[in-house]
């Protein structure tokens, strides 16, 4: 059974700071990393993908994998009460697997 | 450039009704996928097509759940006899080629009274 993982949350952030997402994952096949936004209610929003080790940087958000232990971060930079929302991440193989996600709250 | 369409937004059906829900995929994308999403749980892959073909239905329960996506108009995800558990949010994706990233439509939320 292949298996993303990530922590419930809820994570809580001062503004300003910067928020650390990780997630695990059980594949080590897995080719294709993903990270999605999603407001309550809302549909998920891709923020992010990344396919090689290392870090990748947009803007405010940088994501970083690490294939030798299975882990995809992301990082949120200058974090705004607008970051609030539950960060789902994906990894790919063969299909799209989704972890449960995180929930982040900023704190004004 | 119109990103993916769902409608409806939201379905209310009692229970033993069908369920209809439809798919329009971005222009220029011919892979949808189908994802079901229950209240505070992750999205759980479903079913994977491309025009006429059902390339993956690993994640389809066995009865009652069926889809489509034809030569003409939008995919379908059609529920039969519905039941309270299959109230969740279901939302489709889609994608230019098999590998690329997939982009979500609003979702449609169904409710089973």
């Known amino acids: 059974q292949k298996e993303v993982e990530q922590n419930s949350g809820p994570l809580s952030v001062p503004e300003g700071a910067i928020a650390s997402l990780n997630c695990t994952y059980s594949d080590r096949g897995s080719q294709s990393f993903f990270w999605y936004r999603q407001y309550s209610g809302k549909s998920p929003e891709l923020i992010m993908f990344?396919?090689?080790?290392g870090d990748k940087e947009d803007g405010r958000f940088t994501a970083q994998l690490n294939k030798a232990s299975q882990y995809v971060s992301l990082l949120i930079r200058d974090s705004q009460p607008s970051d609030s929302a539950t960060y789902l991440c994906?990894?790919?193989?063969?299909?799209?697997?989704f972890g449960k996600g995180t929930r982040l709250h900023i704190l004004p | 450039n119109a990103g993916v369409m769902q409608n409806p937004r939201h379905l209310v059906r009692r229970r033993g009704q069908e369920a209809r829900l439809r798919c329009s995929p971005m222009k220029g994308h011919s892979h949808v996928y189908w994802y079901r999403q229950l209240p505070e749980e992750g999205l759980k892959f479903m079913v994977y097509l491309q025009k006429e073909n059902i390339i993956d239905e690993s994640g389809m329960p066995k009865e009652r759940f069926s889809a489509e996506f034809p030569k003409e108009g939008p995919s379908i995800l059609r529920i039969q006899q519905v039941v309270r558990g299959d109230s969740a949010a279901y939302f489709c994706a889609s994608s230019p080629l098999a590998e690329e990233t997939q982009y979500f439509g609003p979702g449609t939320r169904l409710l089973v009274l």
């Open positions: 994906a990894v790919r193989d063969d299909k799209i697997i």
């Open positions: 990344i396919y090689s080790n």
